[in-house]
């Protein structure tokens, strides 16, 4: 079965421009989350949807961080503008929610750096 | 609030020798899950092994096992006949259910390096 699918896989980008993140979940999980990891800060969750609905989005840092789940096979997340001290690898990962433990499968992540 | 504490930024470990890796976790529910993710330099998370908060008898996977201690809120990952392979970040999480509201919280990490 394919994993979860991410692109771009890696992205150079000038601050200040728009830089969208895109992902597939496993067929059938009815969980996505959204991570950022950077060295300073760890492993953070994003935001989470459950159903495309979202569920929590406290972790979005701030207004330029927008995340959508339009259907069942494809989320986004999308920052604009992006700035320097967005620079970070961008997990998505997806759950079903009987499945042992609501286990999280992930992405290969997107390294985004923003110069 | 939930927590979850890796104490060990970094471990060594001779080829084919066993290390465990530390971690611990607060929080005040009674029902939950514990993972170990193995994190290469590839960057992509891999679920080592998970735990149930329920289960008494520990988990294991191949050469892979914990040491659940649920009163000292204590999940630690034993790695037997270490391999090269296994050089990578680990990180200890903790799924925890709130209202509604789930959420995994990771631990910082630990570097593990397996030596020739």
């Known amino acids: 079965d394919a994993g979860v699918i991410q692109s771009p896989r890696h992205e150079v980008t000038e601050m200040g421009q728009e830089v969208t993140l895109r992902c597939k979940p496993i067929?059938?999980?009815?969980?996505l989350f959204w991570y950022r990891q950077t060295m300073m800060r760890g492993l953070e969750l994003l935001i989470y949807?459950?159903?495309?609905?979202?569920?929590?989005d406290s972790g979005m840092p701030e207004d330029r961080f927008s995340a959508k789940m339009p259907n069942a096979s494809f989320s986004t997340l999308k920052i604009q503008p992006s700035e320097p001290r967005d620079s970070a690898v961008y997990f998505c990962a997806s759950s079903f929610r009987t499945d042992r433990g609501n286990t999280i499968y992930f992405g290969e992540g997107s390294w985004l750096t923003v110069v | 609030a939930q927590t979850v504490t890796q104490s060990q930024p970094e471990m060594s470990v001779q080829e084919a020798e066993t290390v465990t890796l530390s971690c611990t976790y607060d929080?005040?529910?009674?029902?939950?899950?514990l993972f170990w993710y193995k994190q290469p330099p590839s960057r992509q998370m891999i679920l080592v092994i998970r735990q149930e908060a329920y289960k008494q008898q520990n988990a294991t996977e191949n050469r892979f096992s914990v040491n659940f201690q649920k009163a000292a809120k204590s999940f630690s990952l034993k790695i037997s006949d270490s391999q090269l392979g296994d050089a990578a970040m680990y990180f200890c999480a903790y799924r925890s259910y709130s209202s509604g509201t789930y959420k995994y919280i990771f631990g910082t990490g630990t570097r593990l390096k397996v030596l020739a």
């Open positions: 949807f459950n159903n495309n609905v979202p569920i929590d």
């Open positions: 067929s059938g999980h009815d969980y």
């Open positions: 929080t005040s529910e009674s029902d939950y899950y």
